[in-house]
């Protein structure tokens, strides 16, 4: 059993068994999450996390990746990554840090101070990302924005901590803000999203919460009632 594995007494009413490999901590803000196998994007999201944390930046992990990292079978060519308040010179420590992890940046040199501060004012200060490449992977990448709208900021002061094998951790955009982004992003693929998240954790996240994000973005979360018995 879930319980069992992740070392829960009995009778912990806030924390929810949604699969032998899901365990949902509500009161906590804590996904517990078991992944027999690493895909290659787990493996670069996890290192630039562990690089955020040291480097001391607050980040929320958003879009296409979120619905990965629980399960779903597709590729990502990005993983998103929302950054918190962040100076030049802090921006610069926090390349530092990535270049030891093996980091890259792709729109310029991660070694060079004069190129990294001219990313932070060309590109994230003007609200653009910039992408970071890991060793030899080119794709998947990371791109890095900073926190930008209420949502955004909403993400970091509100994340899920999701705990991946008992030793990888990342911080990820609340499930229902989640949800409600891809359906109003509107693809397929972002529908799809949307619906793999919802049918996961559907029994543990607030119907409320999820209504209210809905609405503030003008998204149609009928089609999360399909399906359904």
Not at 44 to 71: K, P
Not at 115 to 124: A, H, M, P, Q, T
Request: aromatic share 10%; net charge negative.
């Amino acid at each position: 059993m879930a319980q069992e594995f992740y070392g829960y007494g009995e009778g912990e009413k806030d924390r929810i068994v949604i699969s032998d490999a899901i365990v949902f901590d509500r009161r906590e803000h804590v996904v517990y999450l078991s992944k027999p196998r690493l895909v290659p994007e787990d493996i670069v999201a996890f290192r630039f996390a562990h690089v955020l944390e040291e480097a001391g930046v607050e980040y929320v992990v958003v879009a296409g990746y979120v619905a990965i990292l629980f399960g779903r079978a597709r590729r990502n060519d990005e993983i998103g990554f929302i950054l918190g308040s962040l100076s030049e010179d802090g921006f610069v420590r926090l390349c530092t840090v990535a270049r030891e992890a093996g980091f890259a940046v792709m729109q310029g040199d991660i070694g060079s101070e004069e190129s990294v501060r001219r990313l932070y004012r060309e590109y994230l200060a003007q609200g653009y990302g910039v992408r970071f490449t890991y060793r030899d992977m080119i794709i998947p990448n990371i791109e890095a924005k900073l926190a930008r709208t209420d949502p955004h900021r909403y993400a970091i002061t509100n994340h899920v901590r999701v705990v991946v094998n008992g030793e990888h951790v990342l911080r990820a955009s609340p499930i229902e803000l989640q949800i409600a982004y891809k359906l109003y992003l509107g693809s397929d693929k972002d529908v799809g999203d949307a619906v793999f998240l919802h049918s996961i954790f559907k029994d543990a996240i607030s119907p409320d919460e999820l209504h209210k994000w809905c609405e503030k973005l003008g998204a149609d979360h009928s089609i999360l009632k399909e399906g359904e018995p």
